[in-house]
């Protein structure tokens, strides 16, 4: 079953605009939440992270966004760069093991 | 600072064969997980690895198994291969105390013919 999902498979977005990727989840027991970007031909590589504790976490142009009463998350990325086309994928943890989303293939447009 | 190592990088299997997949984790790291990565899908946990024991594993057949050696690098069996099977295998490494921030290698692609 999947318990966390990515609705969007794609966003494309401008040169220094912002990015806003979402993601929900169903199962009440995550309680650590993390966001992977991903390129072709590599393994996923850690963002950001929140713990269901805190509703906001930021490092340098990206925010991740927590909502328990909604079970979303949302990862902003202030401004995007073309560095930033890859695909993102949301990923909670209730245990020992990652739960991922399908991704959102991310492209930014000069 | 090595990061998380796997090999081989790319494998060509016909059904039916056995294979065994390789991961090194990241320096001073002592958890090791596996997952499995269809195209278009996210990853899927097939298992972890602390102590040198199975500690939890995901919805995956017997096929599947695995093993770590003490100085916490691991490896993936499957055996009898079906074709989908196919797929990009990740293994992530971490600290047994935050299992919950994973980072990952580069994946094997094992395509079963």
């Known amino acids: 079953d999947q318990q966390v999902k990515q609705n969007s498979p794609s966003l494309s977005v401008q040169e220094g605009r912002i990015s806003i990727l979402n993601c929900d989840y169903t199962?009440?027991?995550?309680?650590?939440f993390l966001w992977y970007k991903k390129y072709p031909a590599e393994g996923p590589t850690f963002l950001i992270s929140?713990?269901?504790?805190?509703d906001k976490n930021e490092d340098g142009r990206f925010t991740v966004f927590l909502n328990k009463s909604a079970k979303h998350l949302s990862l902003h990325i202030v401004p995007s760069q073309p560095g930033d086309s890859a695909v993102y994928f949301c990923?909670?943890?209730?245990?020992?093991?990652?739960?991922f989303g399908a991704g959102t293939t991310v492209t930014v447009r000069a | 600072d090595a990061g998380v190592t796997q090999s081989p990088t790319h494998l060509i299997k016909t059904r039916g064969q056995q294979v065994t997949l390789r991961c090194s984790p990241k320096?001073?790291?002592?958890?090791v997980s596996w997952y499995q990565q269809a195209l278009g899908q996210g990853p899927q946990f097939i298992f972890q690895?602390?102590?040198?024991?199975?500690?939890q594993r995901g919805n995956f057949p017997d096929r599947f198994s695995g093993h770590q050696f003490p100085n916490y690098s691991s490896e993936l069996n499957v055996n009898a291969l079906l074709l989908g099977d196919s797929a990009l295998y990740l293994c992530?490494?971490?600290?047994?105390?935050?299992?919950?921030?994973?980072?990952f290698g580069p994946g094997t692609r094992l395509t079963v013919l």
């Open positions: 992530a490494s971490s600290f047994v105390d935050y299992t919950d921030t994973q980072y």
């Open positions: 320096s001073g790291h002592d958890t």
């Open positions: 990923a909670a943890c209730g245990g020992y093991k990652l739960s």
């Open positions: 690895y602390y102590e040198e024991e199975e500690r």
């Open positions: 929140i713990s269901s504790i805190k």
């Open positions: 199962n009440s027991m995550f309680d650590y």
